[in-house]
């Protein structure tokens, strides 16, 4: 059965929207873990146009679940991620002016720096992932840097409008999870995942683990955090 990563990045959005103290994303993650939540994700951006460093700080101290950082490959955002600690890191790409992540890491033409980080990690008893398309060489990258695991990109399925191309895409994070499997990989997935669509992706055998953040969110401006998490929790658990 897969797990639920709760990214709590869009609370932070509310507040910065005023430029005030809440929401507190510290206050979200107490909620998403009473509801179950395996996980908590959260982005530093270097532009920090949500999650910031103090909120980095508290929520290693406060999570009492696996604590995830996803963070470029920029080397100010490095050095906090090894002084912080979390249990993992998830490595990004990163565009200033885009709304959110857009694509998957490029491993292949930054292996060198890629190779680099996950030394740099690991020494700080961190877990490395990174957060590519399911692409096979891609995932071989990864696992030649050492990486403990691999995100897939599950936008491209997100956004599929045929049964056709549904399936297709489907297909696509199979086969990525035969791959980065075989290469000793742990497979997780995220990005577009919504309500109405997590069901077909968490039937996939093999993707332990989903991060969803936006859709999550959304709800729980309307029901409260935990009985959205709670929600999204029987869809993975119940897929059928």
Excluded at 93 to 120: F, H, S, W, Y
Aim: with cysteine.
């Amino acid at each position: 059965m897969a797990l639920l990563n709760v990214n709590i990045d869009h609370v932070a959005t509310i507040r910065q929207a005023r430029h005030t103290d809440e929401p507190d994303p510290v206050w979200a993650a107490a909620e998403c873990e009473l509801a179950g939540a395996n996980g908590i994700t959260v982005h530093l951006r270097q532009d920090r146009r949500h999650i910031n460093d103090r909120d980095v700080r508290i929520l290693k101290e406060t999570v009492a679940c696996k604590f995830n950082l996803e963070m470029s490959l920029a080397d100010p955002i490095v050095r906090i991620a090894e002084q912080v600690r979390p249990d993992q890191v998830t490595l990004v790409p990163e565009n200033r002016a885009e709304l959110t992540t857009e694509g998957g890491l490029d491993c292949v033409g930054q292996q060198k720096r890629l190779l680099q980080i996950v030394r740099r990690m690991h020494n700080k008893g961190i877990l490395v992932s990174t957060f590519i398309v399911p692409d096979e060489q891609q995932i071989i990258a990864s696992a030649e840097a050492g990486c403990d695991a691999v995100e897939l990109h599950t936008g491209m399925y997100s956004n599929a409008q045929t049964d056709a191309e549904i399936e297709k895409r489907l297909n696509e994070l199979r086969d990525a999870r035969d791959i980065a499997s075989a290469a000793g990989l742990i497979v997780h997935a995220g990005h577009g995942l919504t309500y109405r669509n997590i069901r077909p992706a968490a039937r996939i055998e093999g993707l332990c683990e989903f991060n969803i953040g936006h859709s999550i969110v959304s709800r729980a401006v309307l029901t409260g955090m935990r009985s959205a998490v709670e929600e999204m929790r029987r869809l993975i658990e119940k897929p059928y």
